[in-house]
């Protein structure tokens, strides 16, 4: 009888449990897992091909093309409100402060060109994010996880409207409340965070922990991202030590006292989500497993269904 190693063996327990995770959402809230099956039976390969093509010339956009997910759902649902351009008349989501570093429009544009192509008017632009973010985790080497697909597109966008996303300022009780707020318990706020385990920060966002009144701030640490914010307020900072894997890693930097956002640190400086923090550090299949369900259930926000939405012809405009 052949031996499967232990991490062989880890490996295929989450692959089976995501499954199962999947299956929990074939069909919520007026979507399913099949439903282009028969309206456009190639989106998924379609987006998958057009994903990986773009990670393969720019690891780092996989990183951009998760936090556009995260950022389209926070923000009036997930409706791809995050695309839409500013006009005259309006200044658009994708222009706040908060989302000035965002990348990766381009992958999206031409994923719906290729499926304008093959199947007009049938793919949303929101499912497109959503499926893009999930082709990014995998090839990043994180878990791989199914997602229910139908999502409408929304025509609301305003720059006012991205009050809603978390500030990297937030304890960790704020943070907690702040999810609980889009029904998420602590485990699944933390496990969300570990997007995290990808990309980088700018000087801007965590320059404030420098002046030396941040008590959670890890000395030597400090020094380190002091001598990234020497070159301006744009200079990047990796979250974590592999930050085009996606891994746990990002966790045992918590541990050390590495944590580049206040709001990364507190996770662990924090009683209420410190137990969270150690465990997915020890174990990165736990991690992978409530993640893959977290961000499926970040999909489901507020999504629009029927007269609700639109299909949009163009990802950056409504029709």
């Known amino acids: 009888m ?68 995260f950022h389209d759902c926070f923000v009036e649902g997930c409706d791809g409100s995050i695309l839409i351009d500013s006009t005259k008349d309006n200044t658009a989501e994708k222009d706040s402060p908060a989302n000035l570093s965002l990348r990766g429009y381009e992958v999206i544009d031409e994923i719906k060109e290729q499926l304008e192509r093959q199947c007009p008017g ?27 697909k139908g999502r409408k597109d929304g025509s609301r966008s305003r720059i006012e409207d991205t009050v809603n996303l978390p500030s990297p300022f937030l304890n960790a009780s704020q943070l907690i409340s702040h999810f609980a707020q889009r029904g998420f318990t602590p485990n699944q706020m933390v496990a969300l965070s570990g997007a995290h385990t990808l990309g980088v920060a700018r000087c801007i966002s965590f320059k404030g922990r420098l002046d030396g009144n941040d008590p959670l701030l890890n000395p ?21 030590a592999t930050p085009d894997n996606f891994d746990n890693v990002y966790y045992n930097a918590l541990s050390r006292g590495a944590g580049v ?58 029709n």
């Open 122 to 148: 049938v793919v949303s632009c929101a499912d497109i994010v959503a499926m893009a973010a999930r082709d990014a985790v995998f090839w990043a080497g994180g878990p791989f996880y199914e997602i229910p």
């Open 261 to 318: 956002l206040f709001s990364d640190q507190t996770l662990f400086a924090s009683p209420r989500t410190r137990g969270i923090v150690t465990a997915y550090a020890m174990n990165q299949a736990l991690f992978f497993l409530d993640f893959q369900q977290a961000i499926i259930k970040m999909g489901l926000l507020d999504v629009k269904e029927g007269y609700r939405g639109q299909v949009r012809s163009n990802c950056r405009r409504v």
């Open 2 to 69: 052949m031996l499967i190693s232990m991490s062989k063996l880890m490996i295929l327990v989450t692959i089976m449990l995501s499954l199962g995770v999947s299956s929990r959402f074939t069909s919520v809230n007026g979507l399913s897992m099949g439903y282009y099956l028969m309206s456009c039976p190639f989106v998924d390969p379609i987006v998958k091909n057009i994903v990986n093509r773009a990670l393969q010339n720019d690891p780092t956009l996989a990183a951009s093309l998760i936090r556009m997910h």
């Open 220 to 240: 030597n640490f400090g020094r380190a991202l002091s001598r990234t914010c020497s070159n301006g307020d744009n200079a990047l900072q990796t979250f974590d």
